[in-house]
């Protein structure tokens, strides 16, 4: 599955309500911008994901630029930013400012599928 591009809170809620509704319980939103180089470099980290969480969670991406909305409800203040959300209980699990390592957000994703 590849990731989903979104840019409202409807749109988000519509992820989360699919999400429960395939007992999917962990959402990965990532924020990203145009302008931002870092985001490109973790664009490239977070696409392979998807195919190795296949089933188990859900990969979204928004642009900060346009998604006025999703950057408030989750007060987004740099980028990149990742949420790793848990669908079930309709809650933000953990915020990641920055670039990580893959194997940094395998291990978060990893947790949150167990707590969530």
Not at 1 to 9: E, F, G, K, S
Not at 91 to 101: A, H, L, M, P, W
Request: aromatic fraction near 8%; charge should be negative.
């Amino acid at each position: 599955m590849d990731q989903l591009h979104i840019n409202t809170t409807a749109e988000f809620n519509n992820v989360i309500k699919d999400a429960v509704a395939d007992h999917v319980g962990v959402v990965v939103l990532s924020f990203k911008a145009a302008w931002c180089a870092p985001c490109t470099m973790l664009g490239t980290t977070l696409s392979v994901l998807p195919e190795q969480f296949k089933d188990r969670a859900v990969f979204v991406v928004s642009d900060a630029d346009e998604a006025d909305e999703l950057v408030v409800k989750f007060n987004v203040r740099s980028l990149p930013l990742v949420v790793v959300y848990d669908a079930a209980n309709n809650s933000v699990y953990e915020s990641i400012t920055g670039s990580r390592s893959r194997d940094y957000f395998v291990n978060s994703i990893e947790k949150a599928l167990v707590q969530c």
